[in-house]
């Protein structure tokens, strides 16, 4: 059973900055690593992802601000997030798709609290 930790969030001022961490238990048939977040009485979004070929991806509301990157050896993917506002309140999530051709599955950690006050 794939497991995944996050750790990081918090409360921060606006402007200010945060770095999220999430470590994976497994690091075969990774295709994406990814962080989504999801506002009080909002839809899930996509914040960014990093395929297993670091490519990258980033919501338009967070690009310039955020950067993803991976550690492979460590099995972590993080979230560096830079001059933060108080529309980035929402809990983060870190999801995985872990699989190949058609038998993918996506795997979610529980979530960490960002909150950022004006």
């Known amino acids: 059973q794939v497991q995944l930790v996050e750790s990081g969030g918090g409360l921060v001022q606006a402007g200010g900055s945060l770095r999220l961490s999430c470590v994976v238990s497994?690091?075969?048939?990774?295709?994406?690593m990814g962080w989504y977040r999801q506002a009080q009485g909002k839809q899930r979004e996509m914040v960014a992802t990093i395929t297993s070929g670091s490519n990258t991806e980033y919501a338009d509301s967070v690009k310039g601000r955020f950067t993803i990157s991976r550690d492979t050896a460590k099995n972590t993917v993080y979230l560096q997030m830079n001059s933060l506002k108080p529309e980035d309140t929402a809990v983060y999530y870190c999801?995985?798709?872990?699989?190949?051709?058609?038998?993918?599955?996506?795997?979610w950690g529980q979530g960490t609290q960002v909150t950022v006050s004006s």
């Open positions: 999801g995985v798709d872990q699989g190949k051709g058609a038998q993918v599955t996506t795997h």
């Open positions: 497994v690091n075969f048939k990774i295709v994406s």
